[in-house]
């Protein structure tokens, strides 16, 4: 193949994407302009089931109670991912460089405040905008800015503890799912009485997971205590 | 009220250029590092434009997992294919001064 049919092979693929983006777009001004006015939606049910729900803030009391099982879902899409990454290889022991002395003031005075933030947003999360996903990219900020001032969790940490951490959310929320099932027979339906105590217990565990799990996404390896 | 209503749609207005301008600079900046800080600025930007439409959740997240997670993923990513494409190329300069 020459070079010039190779030059329009490619420029003939170019409007052909451009078409059939083209389409797509006009397929979804459609569909936005095809709305109706005024979309009745879930929002009157959820507001007319609050009382149940345990909390106060509809966002968190349709993500961990009237749909908790999408949550559950997304963590373990989230641990799935780090199996993923860590399938890959080990991460890489490199850089093992002095960190600057302004990094390492930085880093001191912006972790415990982001503790004390992350544990706010977890706290917050039963009345006003927060929860545990907020939380824990919190959390996970943090661990990534330790990370950066060469601050590595000690290695008898980096075994069974590390991966206990890891599935402790989802591990949690399951074992309360199940729990449930068995005294309830409903999957994940909580009692009215008990919902805020099992929402605020499925969201502390699901905090730290979610930080470790994203601080350990950003080494980009498997840490194994012994390397 | 009225000069409230011209402010708001003044913000609007301007967010919505941002975040296409933004975009468009990040999907077409030849450099990685740059593409990656603007994709931050974008990021930042969406937050706000989740506040105007008052999802302040997703504001929240948008701005922690979306701006801060994503682009430290991305950084460390970019460091990480710099060093691969460093050492490939050292291997090649040792291979050439075998030969």
Partial sequence: MSVTDRSRLALVFRRVLMLLLLGLAGGLAYAVLSLPDQAVGLSDRVRANMETSGVSNPVTAVLLNFRGYDTLLEMAVLLVALLGVWSLGSAAVYRRSNPEPVLLSLVGVLVPMLLLMAGYLLWVGADAPGGAFQAGSVLAAAGILMLLACKRPPVQLLGWSLRLVLVLGLGAFIAVGVSLLSASGMFLQYPPGLAGALILFIEAAATLSIGVTLAALFLGGRLDPDA | ?99
């Fill in chain 2, 1 to 99: 009220m009225e000069t409230m209503t011209v402010l708001q749609w003044l913000l609007d207005g301007m967010l919505v250029l941002a975040l296409v301008w933004l975009a468009w600079r990040a999907l077409s900046s030849p450099d990685l590092f740059t593409a990656i800080v603007l994709f931050i600025a974008f990021g930042l930007m969406m937050a706000l434009a989740w506040v105007r439409l008052q999802a302040p959740d997703i504001a929240l997240a948008e701005a922690a997992i979306g701006a801060g997670l994503t682009g430290a993923l991305l950084l460390s990513a970019l460091a990480r294919s710099n060093d691969l494409a460093d050492r490939i190329n050292d291997d090649q300069i040792v291979d050439t001064e075998k030969k």
